[in-house]
């Protein structure tokens, strides 16, 4: 009877036991909107205050760029001028891959990158996303992003930290992407809150021509709630060559030959008086030259 008494009473006693114990710690909404993204999804940081990306992330990109093939499953999805874009299937995912190759003819490495990287210059040219930057620190920036989707779809969201390293002796930059959050911009029922699987670029001189860019850009993402699978591949295809094709047509815009003050009219107008004002020169030399000879007008000059 005691040991059954006591089986009874440690019975009791574990609920108790093994109850969680209550957290008083004030919960702040970055913590709110880990704990809603932890369900499964790829882990997130919280509002990081230290650079998020180590050596690892940046070998990883540059490993997914040198891998080419069928035989690492890569595929041949679109070829412009100037562009070239692989697929591959991710075999934990139904999400697919994409890697683009893009030329930036006549864009200097210095000035893509300042296109590509400055906030204040990528809202210039590109049409498709709104960018916003939350926070920036020494060696790495906190962004807010969205995507625009066609009308039938919800649009996108994220909150990334993003940086950048400068590798001289490959004449390489590398530009890095990674979910985050941040208090000021929690998840958002206008928008669903997208996850980034893979997120970089590798920015490098056109070794044919130095006033010339490289672009390779890898992106895998988790676009979250409903889109027909169609109509996502065609954006997620489509998206580089977009990116590529907006930030030339700026380019050229910028470096537009400026107008001439004088318009084809006028210019004919000048040349003309020119003309006129130099022969009555020519005209006024001879004279001086030779007293016996008139100029025009050399009754009214007798009057005078």
Same mark, same amino acid.
């Given at each position: $009877?005691?040991?059954?008494?006591?089986?009874? =009473?440690?019975?009791?006693?574990?609920p108790?036991e093994?109850?969680?114990?209550?957290?008083k710690?004030?919960?702040?909404p970055a913590?709110t909107?880990? =704990?809603k993204?932890d369900?499964?999804?790829?882990? !997130?940081?919280?509002?990081?205050?230290?650079?998020?990306?180590? !050596?690892?992330? *940046?070998?990883?990109?540059?490993?997914?760029? =040198?891998s080419?093939?069928?035989?690492?499953?890569w595929?041949?999805?679109k070829?412009?001028v100037?562009?070239? !874009?692989?697929?591959?299937?991710?075999?934990?995912?139904?999400i /697919? +891959?994409?890697k #683009? *190759? %893009?030329?930036l /003819?006549?864009?200097p490495?210095d000035?893509a990158i300042?296109l590509?990287?400055?906030?204040d210059?990528?809202?210039?040219?590109?049409?498709?996303n709104m960018?916003?930057? %939350?926070d920036?620190? #020494?060696?790495?920036?906190? %962004?807010y992003?969205?995507?625009?989707?066609?009308a039938?779809c /919800?649009?996108?969201?994220f909150v990334?930290a993003? /940086?950048?390293?400068?590798?001289?002796?490959?004449?390489?930059?590398?530009?890095?992407?990674?979910?985050?959050?941040?208090?000021?911009?929690?998840?958002?029922s206008q928008?669903?809150?997208?996850?980034? $699987?893979?997120?970089?670029?590798i920015?490098?001189p056109d070794?044919?021509?130095?006033?010339s860019t490289?672009v390779?850009?890898?992106?895998q *993402?988790n $676009?979250?709630?409903?889109i027909?699978?169609f109509? %996502?591949?065609?954006?997620?295809?489509?998206?580089?060559?977009?990116l590529?094709e907006q +930030?030339?047509?700026?380019w050229k815009e910028?470096?537009k030959?400026a107008p001439?003050?004088?318009?084809?009219?006028?210019?004919?107008?000048?040349?003309k008086?020119?003309k006129e004002e130099?022969?009555g020169e020519?005209?006024?030399?001879?004279?001086?030259?030779?007293?016996?000879s008139k100029?025009?007008?050399g009754?009214e000059e007798?009057?005078?």
């Open positions: $009877m005691a040991d059954e008494a006591n089986a009874a =009473a440690t019975t009791e006693k574990k108790e093994n109850a969680p114990v209550e957290d710690t004030e919960e702040t913590d909107e880990t =704990a993204q369900g499964g999804a790829a882990p !997130v940081l919280v509002a990081p205050t230290e650079n998020p990306f180590g !050596v690892d992330d *940046f070998e990883h990109i540059l490993q997914m760029e =040198a080419e093939g069928a035989d690492n499953g595929e041949p999805a070829k412009n100037g562009a070239e !874009v692989f697929k591959k299937k991710d075999k934990n995912s139904d /697919t +891959m994409v #683009s *190759f %893009l030329t /003819t006549g864009i490495l000035k300042e590509i990287t400055k906030c210059e990528r809202k210039k040219w590109d049409k498709d960018i916003e930057v %939350l920036e620190k #020494s060696d790495f920036s906190i %962004l992003w969205k995507f625009k989707f066609p039938a /919800t649009d996108r969201d990334l993003s /940086t950048t390293r400068v590798d001289e002796d490959n004449k390489r930059h590398i530009v890095l992407y990674k979910d985050c959050v941040h208090p000021d911009k929690a998840p958002n928008y669903i809150r997208g996850e980034t $699987m893979v997120n970089g670029l920015i490098r070794d044919k021509d130095a006033e490289k390779t850009l890898i992106q *993402f $676009m979250k709630g409903w027909p699978k109509l %996502l591949n065609r954006l997620t295809l489509a998206r580089a060559l977009g590529r +930030m030339l047509e700026y910028l470096n030959p001439k003050e004088n318009g084809p009219t006028e210019s004919k107008e000048e040349n008086e020119n130099a022969a020519e005209k006024k030399e001879e004279a001086e030259s030779n007293p016996e100029p025009e007008g009754e007798k009057k005078e």
